[in-house]
């Protein structure tokens, strides 16, 4: 069966995701810092309320409101104050009717008390007096016990990635260990007898090995555990022993190069030859990235990426990572897109998605996508891109001035 067809997009999407139902990494448990851009396991729910204990928002005085009504700066109402509350110390005595006590910000507010009114609208004539120049409304100037979180609400769900606020609030309920999904062990080889490490200097005909290194960042920021399996030779026997131990040891593996068609090019071979299901695709219509891999080893998908350097990145972005995230059960979409003006015309072929990158321009609180075009073997293309449009299959092409939503790859200044 000849497998180089291109695939729509679309369908390549559908078969990775089936693929990948059911096959999920483990959880571990880790301390709170150690959960930072990692994958929650399970529903996290608050043990007890947040905040413990009502609290004043202002600094000023905790009242009864109902002392407050009717009051003004021409007609205030007149208090007494019984005392000061302390931070860090439970309030205890209750407050009755015509009293007030000084608080200050996170103070915790006495019984009795349903309102603060913050320091600018008293006067004070002696120390055991205060005048209220405005009316405070109940619940005024109060965090309540409980509003921010109750206890038994779910403050992570299981899926979501662990951002800086989130290990905030963790930290605010009390907890220390988190549940997480444990990182994807993913396997990068890259293949091709011109290659060469980059602690050499290449002869003529040779290049050093980008792919390695710019997939195994991406895969990295993913949420990976990635290993560099090395450069394998153009030889099958050698280029199978090593996804056959790569397939044995790893959740995934990630071959760049040997995806063409082409005499010396074994990945679709090698796959089929470890066992059911073998190759699911070779071909996806999508510029760059055309001749893609991917297949089913048991349970380890393997992906095959072109060997130029965008090409294979494209597909890492386009394929490979939402797999990572199928894996670790990740769920919510990644961040929004940036609206941008397209600065130029792009031409593209029906029946095709392609992916261009672009540079991003501010000005006058506008953003401007101005596309960087070359071949997919110019690494530079990407590294001076900002982000990436999407010219979906059924358009031939974008007009300079159009709405596009550009995918940052890096944060725009």
Request: hydrophobic share 45%.
């Amino acid at each position: 069966m000849d497998f180089f067809q291109y695939m729509p997009l679309t369908a390549a999407r559908e078969i990775i995701a089936a693929s990948l139902e059911g096959i999920g990494t483990g959880r571990e448990l880790v301390h709170l810092p150690d959960a930072l851009g990692r994958v929650a396991a399970d529903d996290i729910l608050a043990g007890e309320d947040q905040p413990p204990f009502s609290r004043s928002s202002v600094d000023g005085f905790a009242v009864r409101s109902a002392d407050t009504f009717g009051a003004g700066e021409t007609v205030p109402a007149l208090l007494t104050v019984v005392g000061e509350i302390i931070m860090g110390e439970a309030a205890e005595s209750a407050l009755r009717p015509g009293q007030a006590v000084a608080i200050p910000t996170g103070g915790m507010l006495p019984p009795g008390a349903d309102a603060v009114v913050m320091v600018e609208h008293t006067d004070r004539p002696d120390a055991a007096t205060l005048l209220v120049l405005k009316v405070a409304a109940p619940g005024e100037n109060v965090v309540a016990r409980g509003e921010d979180v109750a206890a038994d609400d779910v403050i992570l769900a299981a899926g979501r990635l662990i951002a800086p606020q989130h290990i905030g609030i963790l930290a605010a309920c009390g907890i220390v260990r988190v549940a997480v999904r444990e990182k994807p062990a993913v396997a990068v080889i890259s293949s091709g007898d011109e290659l060469v490490e980059i602690d050499r200097t290449p002869a003529g005909g040779q290049i050093r090995d980008v792919n390695s290194y710019a997939l195994g960042a991406m895969l990295t920021e993913a949420g990976c555990s990635v290993t560099r399996l090395g450069i394998v030779k153009d030889s099958y026997e050698d280029f199978r022993a090593v996804l056959a131990e790569a397939v044995a040891a790893y959740r995934m593996v990630v071959i760049s190069g040997g995806s063409s068609v082409g005499a010396r090019d074994y990945t679709v071979k090698a796959i089929g030859s470890l066992g059911a299901p073998g190759v699911l695709i070779h071909g996806v219509a999508v510029k760059p990235g055309r001749p893609t891999i991917f297949g089913m080893v048991g349970a380890v998908p393997v992906f095959g990426l072109p060997g130029h350097p965008v090409a294979a990145m494209t597909v890492c972005g386009q394929l490979v990572k939402p797999a990572v995230h199928m894996l670790l059960g990740r769920t919510g979409g990644g961040p929004p897109g940036l609206p941008a003006s397209l600065a130029r015309n792009i031409a593209s072929s029906p029946g095709r998605d392609d992916f261009v990158n672009v540079r991003l321009d501010k000005q006058q609180g506008q953003y401007s996508a101005e596309p960087i075009l070359g071949k997919s073997g110019l690494i530079s293309t990407i590294a001076h891109a900002d982000g990436v449009i999407h010219i979906p299959a059924e358009k031939s092409g974008l007009y300079g001035g159009d709405a596009v939503e550009v995918t940052l790859i890096r944060t725009a200044e």
